[in-house]
């Protein structure tokens, strides 16, 4: 399978702060990779070294390419959807479909009016005239109507509303995606990506605090929910997390066996959302 992201020993140091710590990666072709982390925790810096838009030490190749030295080639076949658009205010939709269409041979602009065919975007409105999450639409719109090998998506439905954001990731997933394209997300909405994911990766402080695929998470992450009476027993059993919920606690565990859980409450597979405090914020028994 072709390696989409080869990545080891990836470091990057603003001043003191270490954004990036000996990050190693592989990603193959056809994966939909959800890049998760908080604030500051080393997303940005790590996407704009596979974009081309920063040095990074470290060996890194992003479709058998070095993304410093030959960008220009590897643009050839990366599409990038920043958390906020920026087009001319002057120009017309029409305008633009236009200009993507006569600069960029990979440009299906069949596709981008089937976009914008789902939106209220007139082809002869101005982008001036068009509200800010029109503007987004309008952007991914053109973006996924290139076909490019890997497309990067850093909160791609910021400022949009619910209902848009839902047929975008419909869109993505059913007139977008393929075995040989892959697609990097990163979102602080991690619930509205959490079906549409293979592989998820968690990252902070510039390290990788975890890199799985969706398929594994049943295997070795179980969420308990426990009355007080047998709190105590399942702490026995470490969990990585708990908190409170109404009747009772919630609790996270890892590579423990269900079977030694089984009796003590309800037994499910945790969300993104709540594995990913569990790994950012471990509980420690003494």
Same mark, same amino acid.
């Given at each position: 399978m072709e390696t989409i992201i080869h990545a080891k020993g990836l470091c990057k140091k603003y001043g003191q702060k270490m954004a990036l710590d000996n990050i190693c990666l592989e990603i193959p072709a056809g994966r939909i990779v959800g890049l998760i982390g908080p604030n500051g925790a080393g997303k940005t810096t790590l996407l704009k070294g596979i974009l081309g838009l920063s040095a990074i030490e470290g060996d890194l190749r992003v479709l058998g390419l070095d993304p410093n030295k030959e960008r220009v080639a590897l643009l050839q076949d990366i599409s990038f959807i920043a958390d906020t658009a920026i087009l001319p205010s002057w120009i017309k939709v029409s305008e633009l479909l236009d200009y993507v269409e006569g600069v960029h041979p990979k440009f299906s602009r069949e596709k981008a009016q089937g976009f914008l065919a789902k939106t209220n975007i007139a082809p002869k409105s101005k982008v +001036?005239? $068009?509200? +800010?999450?029109? =503007?987004?639409?309008l952007h991914l719109a053109l973006i996924m109507a290139i076909d490019s090998k890997l497309l990067v998506l850093d909160e791609p439905t910021l400022g949009l509303d619910i209902i848009y954001r839902k047929q975008f990731y419909e869109s993505l997933l059913n007139d977008y995606y393929d075995a040989h394209k892959t697609i990097i997300i990163t979102t602080h909405q991690v619930e509205e990506i959490e079906g549409i994911l293979t592989d998820l990766i968690f990252i902070n402080d510039g390290k990788i605090i975890l890199e799985t695929a969706m398929d594994n998470v049943p295997n070795t992450f179980?969420? $308990?929910?426990?009355d007080a009476e047998h709190k105590d027993v399942a702490l026995a059993h470490q969990p990585i997390h708990m908190r409170t919920i109404l009747g009772g606690f919630s609790m996270i565990y890892e590579n423990v066996a269900s079977e030694k859980l089984?009796? $003590?409450?309800? $037994?499910? =597979?945790?969300?993104?959302?709540?594995?990913? =405090?569990? +790994?950012m914020q471990p509980l420690s028994i003494n």
């Open positions: +001036k005239s $068009l509200s +800010k999450g029109m =503007v987004t639409q179980t969420e $308990l929910r426990v089984e009796g $003590l409450g309800r $037994l499910m =597979v945790p969300s993104i959302a709540d594995l990913f =405090v569990a +790994k």
